[in-house]
Structures are given as structure tokens and as C-alpha cells.
């Protein structure tokens, strides 16, 4: 079961790659890249409580040239990072891909086990033979697999975040290649599952000690106050995870990394559509510390954005963001600090989930009179339940999982699930009830969830997520690029609608178990986008001919043809407003201008020098360019 639909996949890949062609294909490699941004613990809300303080080109260029969905929620109870990095890219929910929680109870081997752990591989990249990670736990192909299939396996796919399960479950069975980080040291590493040695880039990367560089640093605010430090104890080694990974330096080290694969492994440059994925990670690392109405989290969400503007920018001279499509969401929110939520009269408070754990257990040893760990892990507010102890007592799982349950209402749990009851599909017909039916899985043996009241953390200190509530199910949802009409959308969307969007729009199936929709609203309605690998009219999307101009997509002009300074960019910018003035179609003319008012001379001078010279021929197809 655990290799049985990586080794499918790859089977077909293998077929495909003996029998077809690359004249067989109808599929045209438009656009060259995908880029999906993940964040760790992203709040919904953030966009628009600092939209005011966003610079130009981060978070702007979703807001004001993308199609941005401002009520997305995830629709299942368990909001943890491996669920919601699967659900993103399989378009499905737990009871779709099956990863419940970060870890779980595995009955089998009679251990915790995390989400992405598979004890058939190995590490890679650091010494000593740990076992590695691999995506064997899911149950659901995502939207790289799929990619890999309608592309023959020419398409390549690439994970990477600080965390194993951020950048092996969205990345998918097929894909060429996942990268974390080494918590000790920062170094980059992955798993025999994709390859028995680190690729000479990635190794050279490792050897540079980029990872020291971010060591001894102050993270300051605006008015140089020291916000954190990345200076090890003294006397004491430095962990590269816990030091760096709560500040905007951990995010500078995983952009680093991320131009690195993306210029040596030439993604954009094949010839079929490539994917990355980049999880960044150091929100939800700062965010269980201090909670999101902190200064350091406002700090953090501003250093993101020039984070993320400067990486818009070397994918627009490496590439060309003509011919990039740019997806961003977040895995799930996070609850407000409970003493924050208390001095606003709201029913906040931190729990002990170990404590609970211990009550229940002791409850349920004098109600069996036989002393036992019946309860063997609490993530709150999740349990998993020992089947061994319950079977020493006669006790069947219903009736295990129901005195679990029964047990943690003293607790102050309002009600609970139980994995019987939502394999059956016994829950009310219910907003709440459709959330944890979503959020069943066959793995990890006989649980309950239970249904903690709003703002109750389970453990002394700190915040967390993973419940129903819309401060861990309300996430952000964008787009960018030529498929997607620019505007705020405040019709109701899911995290589940990334992925079958971005199949449809590239001419692919849909992951297998998505049950997402097309965020069709966003789409003009006469056009279906170019690169779509099926056959047939359609309607597509025209750009300038810069080939025809002499120059190439996505790579700067030659010295002589491109603007080499910011006053040559600004009279191309004058010279092509001009000509889009001049469109026969107002609303193509006037919106081109807004786009092209909205690029920076020094980073786009190429783009502008390009539609200068093609509007003189065509100002709609210009027009049609810039939108």
C-alpha cells in the first residue's frame, strides 16, 4: 500500500516516456512555470489589516494585478501543517488524502510516526543514515502528479520548505526532487526516495556554509529595536532551526535556496510546464510564541512582503512573468494568544494537554479496574487510543472511543467525534459535521477528536491551531498571471479550488481525489488559456511577438535592444502609454496602462522596452500583454 501509487505513476511515466513523442503531445509548455507560495500559519485577515503598509511588488502584485479570494476557509477541523500542505495541492480534504495530523498513533509499529516519515529511506545530505521522507502516507496524487502524467514526465516538479512534511506531501509522489533543512546545522538535505546523493549545486550550496551567514544576526523593527536574536547561548551550539527559524532570516534562506534550484535545475526552461512549491515557514515557527497581534508578527508579515517582491522580480529576469503563474495561500491560521483574547472579555485560556491526558487515563484504569496507558498520545484536541490496552479489558473500539470521548468533556472538550462514528459517516448534518467528516482518515488507529471551545489552547503558553474556527480555517487565496482577471473576490472559495483552478487552466486532470471547483470568476469568460494539452478550438491569449522583435520571452534583450537604465525605461514607458492611448478597446488600453504605471523602471525595463516596440505594430495585442 505505502509505494503502491508512487510505483503506478512512475509505471506510466516510464510507458509514456518509451512509446510517445514530443511531436505526440499537443501540450505547448505555456506557461514555463508555476510558482504555489505556501505559508505556515498565514491568517486570511493579514492581507487587508496591513494592506496599507505593503510595499510594491510583494503582496501588491496579488492584491492589485491578481485575483485575490478574500473568504477562503478550509472546510475540515484538523487546521495542522501536513493536513493543509496536502489538501493545497491534492484538492482534497483528510478524508480525501489521509493525513490527519503532523504525527499519529501508528497501532503497527506501536509508535508515534509523523506525516512525511518512511523508515524505508534514507537521508540524504547529512551524515549518519537517519531514516528519510517520503509522501508513502498519501492516499490522493496531487497537481505535480498530474502534471508529470500530461507532460509524458517532461514537466519538473520541486518541493521546499524548513520542514520534511511542507515539502514532500505537496510536492507528490512523482516529483523530481523535495528539499528541508537539517535542523542542527540549516544544511539543505532530502531523501533516497528522490535521489541517492544531493544534486552538485545543492551540495555546493551546503559546502558554502550559506546557512552561518544567518547566524549572529539581530532581527531589529523599524525604530532598531532588537526583536529577536540568532546568536547561540554562550558556551552552548547554535541550532540553526530554533535560532533562525523564528525570524524573516530563515525566509532570506529558503529565497536563497529556491533561485539556487531554480536557476541550476533551468526550471522555465524545458519544455513543458515546471512547478515549485516553496512553503515558507518561519510564520508558524515566530507565530506559536508570540500570536498574530504582536509587533513581531506585524514585523514578520512586512519583512515577507520585500521577501516576496524580491523574489517576484528574479523570476521576472529569469524568466519573465509573462510566463509564470504565481498561486499563494497559507496551511492554516492561528488562534490569538488567550491572555489577548481574556482582556477582551472572550473565553481564552491555556489547558494542560498532558495533564488531560493523564486524567483520562487515570479514569479509565478505575473504570476498568486495570491500570493501563489507554490513552497513548494527546494533541489537543486530538486523542489516540492504545487498542492493546482497550483489548485487554474486553473493551471494543466503539465502545474505546466513546469512554475516551465521555472522558474528555470534564476537560472542557464541548463534544467529539470518534473514528468509528466518521468512517460510517454519522455526523449531523451540520457546518461542524461536514468539518469533521472531512477530517476522517483510516490512518492512525482509533482516535477521537474532540471539539475544543474558541480561544482554548492545549498547552501552558503560547497559541496554537487546529480547530473548526475561522482563526485556523481562514487563509489567504491568489492568483497571478494572464489567465486570471485582476479583482477582489468575495464569493466563497476553499483551499480545495487551488489545485483543480490550476489543472484546468493548464489543460490536465485534476488531482484524483480533488473534490475542489474552478474558481471560474476569475477567468474572463472567452478565453481558456493557452497550453492546454488537449486538442480542439480555443480561444487563447495573445502577446506581443517579441520573438518576431528579436527577442525571446523571459530573458533579458541583448545590451544594444534593451533599456539599460531607469530614464531609457521611463521613455519606453511614455512612448508605449502613449500607443495603448491610443486602442480601439478602451477597457484593454486603459487597464494595460494601470499595469504598466505599476512597474519599476530598474526591475522591468526589459518588459517595458519590449511593449514599446510592440505597440507601435499592435496596441490591443500589447494590451492584451500587459492585462
Partial sequence: MRSSLRSSLLGILLCLGLTGTGAGSAYNARPKLVVIIVIDQFRGDYLERYRDQWGEGGFRLLLDHGANFTDCNYNYANTRTAPGHATLLTGAYTNGHGIMANDWWDPQKKAIVAAADDDQTKLVGVAGGAPGASPHHLLADTLGDELKLATQGKSRVFGIALKDRASVLPAGFAANGAYWIDRTTGAWITSTYYRSELPRWAQDFNDNKRAEKYLNQDWKDSNGNILRSTRPAAGKPGNFYDLVGSTPLANDYEFEFARELITYEKLGNGPATDLLIVSLSANDILGHKVGP???????????????????????????????????????????????????????????????????????????????????????????????????????????????????????????????????????????????????????????????????????????????????????????????????????????????????????????????????????????????????????????????????????????????????????????????????????????????????????????????????????????????
Fill in 293 to 627: 497581534d504582536s509587533a513581531e508578527m506585524q514585523a514578520m508579515a512586512l519583512a515577507m512582503d520585500r521577501q516576496l517582491a524580491g523574489f517576484f522580480e528574479f523570476l521576472g529576469h529569469q524568466i519573465g512573468l509573462a510566463n509564470v503563474w504565481i498561486a499563494l495561500s497559507a496551511d492554516h491560521g492561528i488562534a490569538p494568544l488567550p491572555q489577548i483574547a481574556a482582556g477582551m472579555h472572550l473565553p481564552g485560556a491555556n489547558v494542560s494537554g498532558d495533564k488531560i491526558r493523564a486524567q483520562i487515563n487515570s479514569a479509565l484504569s478505575a473504570r476498568f479496574s486495570h491500570k493501563a496507558e489507554y490513552v497513548k498520545d494527546l494533541d489537543y484536541p486530538v486523542t489516540w487510543l492504545d487498542s492493546d490496552a482497550f483489548a485487554a479489558v474486553k473493551v471494543n473500539e466503539q465502545d474505546a472511543e466513546r469512554a475516551v470521548g465521555e472522558a474528555l468533556k470534564p476537560a472542557g472538550l464541548r463534544t467529539y467525534y470518534t473514528r468509528s462514528q466518521l468512517e460510517r459517516g454519522d455526523a449531523p448534518n451540520t457546518e461542524l459535521g461536514s468539518k469533521y467528516l472531512h477530517s476522517y482518515s483510516p490512518l492512525g488507529g482509533w482516535y477521537v477528536l474532540g471539539v475544543p471551545p474558541p480561544f482554548t489552547i492545549g498547552f501552558i503558553g503560547g497559541t496554537d491551531h487546529a480547530t473548526p474556527y475561522t482563526y485556523d480555517t481562514h487563509v489567504p487565496l491568489a492568483f497571478y498571471g494572464l489567465p486570471f482577471q485582476p479583482g477582489t473576490y468575495r464569493t466563497h472559495a476553499e483551499p480545495v479550488d487551488l489545485a483543480p483552478t490550476l489543472a484546468s487552466l493548464l489543460g490536465i486532470n485534476a488531482p484524483t481525489h480533488s473534490v475542489g471547483r474552478v474558481l471560474t470568476e476569475a477567468l474572463p469568460p472567452s478565453r481558456r488559456v493557452a497550453g492546454s494539452v488537449h486538442g480542439g478550438d480555443r480561444e487563447e491569449r495573445s502577446m506581443p511577438d517579441v520573438e518576431g522583435l528579436g527577442f525571446r520571452q523571459g530573458t533579458m534583450a541583448p545590451p544594444s535592444q534593451a533599456a539599460t537604465s531607469a530614464a531609457e525605461a521611463a521613455n519606453h514607458r511614455t512612448t508605449a502609454i502613449a500607443a495603448l492611448k491610443s486602442c480601439s478597446t478602451q477597457r484593454q488600453g486603459s487597464w494595460s496602462i494601470q499595469r504598466l504605471e505599476s512597474w519599476s523602471s530598474a526591475s522591468q525595463d526589459f518588459r517595458v522596452s519590449v511593449l514599446a516596440a510592440a505597440v507601435k505594430n499592435d496596441g490591443r495585442t500589447a494590451a492584451e500583454g500587459v492585462r
